[in-house]
């Protein structure tokens, strides 16, 4: 072990390109020669689901193209890649999708401004109001005070235009590139309509993982503080006899996958009776995890009048049928890649700290090739390795 820390850049690069996304990431810790190494590896494996997922979001594409990058493994194939993601960073998805293809953003761009629904009316509504802070939106003062605790002053362009729409009960769709404030969006849109004096479940908050269930859990938790929200995230379909018992306290908002929230609205370990708002974060994944009939199934569940939110990054044909099927007439906000960044290193760890072990790979990986994030820091199982630990 201690000699592979000396190894030539060309040997690393060959024993990389035998082992899989997650250990490629982990190997890097050995020394700073492996983490260089890891870095400018030309094909890196990026074989785990999540981060096919993220790849299609970047690229625009289907499964079959993101694999024929993502793993050809010659220098061509990493320069393709690097081609594709600097035109995503500079021009938006649209500029790098070809006309035609499934997951063509110009295309459902276009269909997303020309549906109309059964009745002949415009399926979607615009919004043309931009509140540049969160005093002036009419926010309880409570929320107010979970905000600044929670360390931000500036809404983000994706609040600015699609906060104040939520909150007045309407059904939106809001679509914004990943880190873009969605989910302090739809925490807060959630939390300035419960009723307080109530304990029932009036919002249920679908995910496609439990790692996102958590992040949301601890965004609405932070938040609601000082309003006393109380909030649960299902874990996973496994542990749903724990779940039933943070239930018996009473909560305002469940957090879970599709197939958890369905299994426990099913066994009546959750009443739909008070649900009002119904929230689809990363619904585009959800749909790419193959969640799409359990929404459905859900929503047979639950009162036909209900406000629904759809959050995702890219809008793929089967997300407009789901907005088509469950929304009435809904205000959609988009706001386009590169429009809001976080700035501050902590939201970026923060971001990081909520992904998989392979997403995290992958986003070093992004920064070094698209200056997105700084490969300074590697997190590994929620702790930061920092250089001092590499060196
Ligand atoms: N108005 C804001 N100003 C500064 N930072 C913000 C703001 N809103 C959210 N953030 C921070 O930006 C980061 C990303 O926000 P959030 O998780 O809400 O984005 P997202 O669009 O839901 O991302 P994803 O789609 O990956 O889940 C978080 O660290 C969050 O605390």
């Known amino acids: 072990m201690e000699q592979s820390r000396y190894l030539p850049e060309g040997i690393i690069h060959r024993i990389l390109r035998f082992l899989g996304a997650t250990d490629q990431a982990r190997v890097c810790v050995l020394s700073k020669d492996w983490l260089h190494a890891w870095q400018t590896y030309p094909a890196p494996t990026f074989s785990d689901q999540p981060l096919r997922c993220l790849f299609q979001q970047a690229l625009g594409r289907g499964d079959e193209e993101c694999e024929k990058y993502c793993r050809q493994g010659d220098e061509d194939s990493a320069a393709t890649l690097d081609k594709l993601l600097e035109i995503a960073m500079e021009k938006g998805m649209a500029g790098i999708a070809p006309v035609g293809s499934q997951l063509d953003a110009r295309e459902c761009d276009a269909k997303m401004t020309e549906l109309p629904n059964a009745d002949g009316e415009d399926f979607l509504t615009s919004n043309d109001e931009v509140y540049d802070s969160?005093?002036?939106?009419?926010?309880?003062?409570?929320?107010?005070?979970?905000?600044?605790?929670?360390?931000?002053?500036?809404?983000?362009?994706?609040?600015?235009?699609?906060?104040?729409?939520?909150?007045?009960?309407?059904?939106?769709?809001?679509?914004?590139?990943?880190?873009?404030?969605?989910?302090?969006?739809?925490?807060?849109?959630?939390?300035?309509?419960?009723?307080?004096?109530?304990?029932?479940?009036?919002?249920?908050?679908?995910?496609?993982?439990?790692?996102?269930?958590?992040?949301?859990?601890?965004?609405?938790?932070?938040?609601?503080?000082?309003?006393?929200?109380?909030?649960?995230?299902?874990?996973?379909?496994?542990?749903?006899?724990?779940?039933?018992?943070?239930?018996?306290?009473?909560?305002?908002?469940?957090?879970?996958?599709?197939?958890?929230?369905?299994?426990?609205?099913?066994?009546?370990?959750?009443?739909?009776?008070?649900?009002?708002?119904?929230?689809?974060?990363?619904?585009?994944?959800?749909?790419?995890?193959?969640?799409?009939?359990?929404?459905?199934?859900?929503?047979?569940?639950?009162?036909?009048?209900?406000?629904?939110?759809?959050?995702?990054?890219?809008?793929?044909?089967?997300?407009?049928?789901?907005?088509?099927?469950?929304?009435n007439k809904p205000v959609r906000i988009l706001v386009k890649l590169g429009e809001f960044t976080p700035e501050r290193e902590e939201m970026k760890l923060e971001t990081l700290s909520g992904l998989s072990q392979t997403d995290e790979a992958a986003m070093c990986w992004l920064d070094k090739r698209c200056r997105l994030w700084k490969p300074k820091n590697i997190i590994t199982k929620g702790k930061l390795v920092n250089k001092k630990i590499l060196d």
Do not use: W
């Open 134 to 327: 969160f005093e002036s939106m009419g926010l309880q003062e409570n929320l107010l005070r979970g905000i600044y605790a929670y360390g931000v002053e500036k809404p983000s362009p994706v609040q600015q235009r699609g906060l104040v729409p939520f909150c007045k009960g309407l059904d939106v769709i809001q679509q914004a590139q990943s880190g873009s404030g969605k989910t302090a969006t739809l925490c807060l849109g959630i939390l300035q309509q419960l009723d307080y004096n109530a304990v029932d479940c009036q919002a249920l908050v679908l995910v496609p993982s439990p790692e996102l269930a958590r992040k949301t859990e601890r965004v609405m938790h932070s938040l609601g503080n000082y309003l006393g929200v109380k909030v649960c995230a299902c874990e996973g379909c496994d542990r749903v006899p724990e779940d039933q018992g943070n239930f018996s306290h009473g909560v305002h908002v469940v957090v879970g996958s599709p197939d958890c929230v369905f299994d426990m609205l099913r066994r009546q370990s959750l009443r739909p009776d008070y649900v009002k708002t119904v929230v689809l974060n990363q619904a585009d994944e959800m749909i790419s995890r193959g969640f799409k009939n359990k929404i459905y199934d859900i929503f047979q569940l639950l009162a036909p009048k209900i406000q629904v939110g759809v959050f995702l990054a890219t809008m793929p044909p089967e997300a407009l049928e789901i907005t088509r099927k469950l929304m």
